[in-house]
């Protein structure tokens, strides 16, 4: 049976291993924190608010600089894979580099924005956030190079422009067409502090969270998702066509613009209960959004739990992007006492949150994993989410 993950010490063996594989030792360490999406899924390429949280799981890396123009990449996530040797004059995209194409695409992108990387690295990373499981590994993995970067060499760029940057890599370099959430819910996270985005703008909202007696329990579905691989673009054109048909009508920018009465107003000039169902999601899920805000500002945890439930429903029957192991997961959580419970992520594997009492979280666990097994087939795993800061130097 699956019990709450306890990460290991980490930089201790990340010393160790460093020396091991490059015989000689790191001269500076570093972290990136991973995310959580408290509400708002699937907003953020309609228009509309997000509301994410970097959290305590994330990537560690050892770094030492050196005197040529060879960047030395080792994972101890993935040491089949052996050192990846890149070199600043060639930072193209190469499927056999796996992983390392993350931070090549992050030492592309800042020379192509004039920042100058004069000299190469060698450098070990330990990621203790589960691989594939949407709590955006890849995001943090651009934002800790980010960081490395603008840290080494003492680069005037504020912040947003690295969170830009990684968007850019993933975007461009990557080749998945996803919206600026990760890398911001990353790059600008605040310990106890959850983000309201509007993505038209980038314009934010950092929202003290005082979960009280409740901690914010990860639950992971062990069902890897891969975000190229899913349907997360077909989810994304049908909303473009909804829109579009809607502007026919009236001229609004996004779905995201529009209130519930609005979408009501409108939505006959869909005319696809498909589209409709899509479009629905997008516009109530951002109002949902900012309810949610307003009601961790009162500390009002149960109607923000509410919404959590609320957001997984429409999630689960308008957008379609849950499936059985996100169900089987938040449905139970319902059952064992969750507040709240809802998917995380894009969705179609990956993991769901739930908000629960810190007293009651061992039998949560205990039920909800019999549960999971009872109906999956296979263990689900579960962590404890710490609302953490964005990316850091390690003393």
């Known amino acids: 049976m699956s019990g709450i993950y306890q990460p290991a010490p980490i930089l201790k063996t990340l010393d160790k291993n460093f020396e091991k594989v490059f015989a000689t030792q790191p001269t500076a360490k570093y972290f990136a924190p991973g995310r959580i999406n408290l509400i708002g ?13 970097a959290i305590s799981l994330g990537t560690y890396a050892a770094v030492a600089p050196r005197d040529d123009n060879q960047v030395r990449l080792y994972s101890e996530n993935f040491p089949e894979a052996g050192i990846k040797t890149i070199t600043l004059q060639d930072l193209k995209y190469d499927k056999a580099d796996t992983w390392a194409n993350y931070p ?67 975007n461009k370099f990557i080749g998945v067409n996803s919206g600026i959430m990760d890398q ?30 409740y901690k914010i329990v990860i639950m992971n579905t062990n069902k890897r ?15 473009e066509k ?25 939505m006959y000039a869909i005319n696809d209960p498909v589209l409709i169902r899509r479009a629905r999601h997008a516009v109530f899920e951002n109002q949902r959004t900012k309810l949610a805000t307003t009601a961790l500002k009162a500390n009002d ?55 629960v009492k810190t007293s009651d979280i061992e039998t949560f666990v205990t039920a909800v994993s019999q549960d999971y097994k009872a109906k999956v087939g296979y263990d689900a795993d579960f962590y404890i989410a710490e609302i953490a800061d964005g990316p850091k130097v390690i003393a």
């Open 41 to 53: 899924e699937h907003t953020d390429y309609n228009g509309g608010y997000v509301f994410p949280c």
């Open 104 to 170: 090549k695409g992050m030492f592309y992108f800042f020379e192509k924005h004039g920042l100058k990387i004069t000299h190469g690295f060698d450098i070990c990373v330990h990621g203790n956030l589960p691989n594939g499981s949407g709590l955006s590994s890849s995001a943090s993995i651009e934002m800790l190079f980010g960081k490395i970067l603008t840290d080494q060499f003492n680069f005037d760029i504020d912040q947003i422009s690295v969170v830009k940057i990684g968007q850019e890599v993933e």
């Open 184 to 213: 911001f819910a990353v790059g600008m996270g605040q310990k106890d502090h959850a983000i309201l985005l509007d993505t038209n703008t980038l314009d934010y909202d950092l929202v003290p969270i005082k979960l009280g007696q």
């Open 225 to 239: 998702r891969e975000l190229t691989d899913s349907k997360y673009n077909e989810r994304r054109g049908e909303c």
């Open 242 to 266: 909804a829109l579009a048909l809607i502007q026919k009508q009236t001229a609004i920018p996004s779905l995201g613009a529009l209130d519930k009465d609005g979408f009501d107003e409108y």
């Open 301 to 355: 945890l149960k109607t923000f739990g509410h919404l959590m439930n609320a957001s997984h429903i429409s999630l689960e029957y308008d957008y379609e992007v849950t499936g059985v192991e996100l169900d089987t997961l938040a449905h139970s959580a319902w059952a064992h006492g969750a507040l709240g419970a809802r998917m995380t992520g894009a969705g179609f594997g990956g993991c769901a949150i739930a908000l």
